[in-house]
């Protein structure tokens, strides 16, 4: 096993990479070809319309692959609030040991997650909330850069002044999200203090990806520029692909008097947003991407990709670096 950091170790996985939640991306399909290439596949709650229909995505994950794979439970603001309780208590009934939480007041969830066991990753793009989730027992963090995909925080700071920051002042692992999509930048997290990175555009664009191919094609052409933010006037601001709806949604944001958020809910709904993934048209709806978009050039299966990144990040801290071979057991090694 040529990686061995505390996120592998915790985890049980071979390789420290994540596939972090991505809402209408994250099935089964996805989540256990990237466990089967020995990353830690993630299933998105949310995704599924019930938590009974969660129940049963996370049974067909359990016959597709043997190898870990954990649920991701975002709690953000909704058109339709769900009963994130519900899912909780469904990712404890079928045995799920690992779970992906993100965004606002998390704790009962967290809290009632801890005491099933469940190993927490928690997502936050600041340090100030990381410092929050580590009073809640949080076992990693998973630190979200500007750089990165959907809800990118208020405070704008990215991941090398970010990384850097978790290393100096948190007293729990963290993981490095945001930005990444090779082995390059597998290597440069570890370098900063990360235990492994998570990637979602990155796994958004592989052969099992259950989108549209179309969509796929779109993130080989795109570049690093071709992402919009919106929702800050609401404290929500959101990375998406640019097209003519987050256009059309900046346009209002920028000019409504009233500032009402329902004027640009039909614009940003998930409900139009998933049918881009379907009808393969990328100016249907809006749709996440990060930054990493520019960086993105194929379309491989999550076993060629990971595999790839691996040897990557391996020639990276040997030959290219010019250091003695290391045993790659990072930290305190490296
Ligand atoms: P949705 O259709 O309910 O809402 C569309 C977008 O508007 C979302 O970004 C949502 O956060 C935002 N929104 C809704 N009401 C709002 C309000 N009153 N003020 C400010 N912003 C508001 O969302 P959906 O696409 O069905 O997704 C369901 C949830 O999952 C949302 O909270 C969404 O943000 C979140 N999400 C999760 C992931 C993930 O990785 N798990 C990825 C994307 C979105």
């Known amino acids: 096993m040529p990686f061995d950091t505390e996120l592998t170790r915790r985890l049980g996985i ?118 929050s989730a580590i009073k809640l027992g949080v076992d990693f963090l998973s630190i979200d850069g500007f750089e990165c995909a959907g809800h990118v925080g208020e405070s704008d700071i990215t991941n090398f002044i970010l990384l850097s920051k978790a290393r100096q002042t948190l007293k729990v692992p963290f993981i490095a999200s945001g930005g990444f999509a090779d082995g390059q930048g597998l290597a440069a997290a570890l370098c900063l203090g ?61 000019d409504s008097k009233t500032g009402e958020f329902a004027e640009i809910a039909p614009y940003v709904s998930g409900k139009r947003g998933r049918q881009v993934f379907t009808n393969g048209d990328p100016d249907y709806g809006v749709w996440t991407a990060g930054q990493v978009i520019g960086l993105i050039h194929d379309i491989p299966t999550c076993d060629v990709l990971v595999k790839r990144i691996e040897k990557e990040a391996e020639e990276t801290l040997t030959s290219k670096l010019k250091l003695a071979k290391p045993k790659l057991s990072l930290h305190p090694a490296i």
């Open 14 to 131: 071979k390789v420290p990479i994540v596939q972090g939640g991505m809402q209408y991306v994250g099935y089964a399909e996805l989540a256990a070809a990237v466990s089967n290439a020995g990353g830690l596949g993630i299933l998105t709650a949310l995704t599924q319309p019930t938590p009974d229909d969660l129940r049963k995505e996370i049974q067909k994950t359990r016959t597709m692959t043997k190898n870990p794979f954990g649920v991701n439970i975002t709690l953000l603001p909704t058109l339709q609030p769900p009963d994130y309780g519900a899912y909780a208590q469904a990712v404890i009934d079928e045995g799920i040991k690992i779970v992906e939480t993100a965004g606002n007041s998390p704790g009962p969830v967290i809290t009632k997650l801890k005491k099933a066991g469940v190993i927490i990753l928690h997502k936050c793009t600041t340090i100030r909330h990381a410092q």
């Open 194 to 254: 990360a235990e492994g990175i998570n990637m979602g555009t990155r796994f958004m664009c592989t052969v099992e990806a259950p989108i549209h191919q179309k969509i796929k094609e779109e993130i080989v052409k795109a570049q690093e520029t071709d992402t919009a933010l919106v929702m800050r006037r609401w404290t929500n601001t959101t990375r998406l692909y640019r097209n003519k709806v987050t256009d059309a949604v900046i346009k209002i944001e920028r």
